[in-house]
């Protein structure tokens, strides 16, 4: 594991300095879809501190395993609305927000925790069948919506790119992906705040941070394969 992040965070800068910009403006999310909490120890003690869950329960007891450590969890995978009330005190940002329905949910929530929520929209940037996501083309109308929604911020957008062999192929869908970023922040909306753009995978990341990606997601490059 020394060696592949060692591998990850060289390839990181890497990509970084080529869009004229530092590693220390990107950030690593492990994503810890099915390791066990012993593994991810290990990489906590490598430095790591941003994690990723794809699924509620399992982000649960991997979260109180790490309770007394300064740990962010990032919810990355589809989250159901019934499951928004189990996480909203215990992530750092949820990635996968794609309804206005999730949306208000978690503006209820949060409004019960006291809390405003960190939020990003997921785009299904191809627009393919089998993935989850909001057509780029409704984007707007849904920042419209949850920017009146007082307890929750919309900080920016996720996608999830296509399963492809080789990842410059799917450099176009990132160079639409930042279009949409910065189009969006232009409009200057109220309780949106467009940080943060997270794209870019085990197979791809390089090239997404190339395309303007400040938040990339890997696991099987850190964690090898499970």
């Not at 992040?5 to 810890?32: C, H, M, P």
């Not at 990635?95 to 206005?100: A, E, G, M, T, Y």
Request: proline share 2%; charged share 30%; aromatic share 6%.
């Amino acid at each position: 594991m020394k060696e592949n992040l060692k591998r990850v965070q060289e390839n990181i800068a890497r990509a970084a300095e080529k869009s004229g910009r530092t590693a220390a403006d990107i950030t690593l999310v492990a994503v810890t879809k099915t390791v066990p909490i012993e593994r991810i120890r290990e990489a906590y003690e490598l430095g790591i501190r941003d994690f990723g869950e794809n699924r509620v329960q399992e982000l649960l007891p991997k979260f109180d395993a790490f309770a007394q450590n300064t740990v962010n969890w990032h919810m990355i995978g589809h989250l159901q609305t019934n499951k928004a009330r189990a996480i909203i005190d215990k992530v750092k940002l949820i990635h996968s927000v794609d309804s206005l329905r999730l949306a208000e949910e978690i503006n209820k929530r949060a409004e019960k925790n006291k809390t405003v929520s960190d939020l990003l929209i997921e785009i299904n940037i191809a627009e393919e069948d089998s993935k989850m996501g909001l057509s780029p083309k409704n984007a707007h109308e849904l920042f419209e919506q949850i920017a009146h929604l007082p307890n929750i911020c919309a900080k920016g957008l996720m996608c999830v790119a296509p399963y492809v062999e080789k990842s410059e192929q799917n450099r176009i869908y990132f160079e639409k992906m930042y279009k949409l970023f910065v189009d969006i922040g232009l409009r200057k909306m109220h309780n949106v705040d467009m940080r943060f753009l997270s794209m870019g995978m085990t197979g791809d990341y390089e090239v997404a941070i190339e395309e303007g990606s400040n938040i990339v997601r890997v696991g099987t490059g850190i964690f090898g394969n499970r």
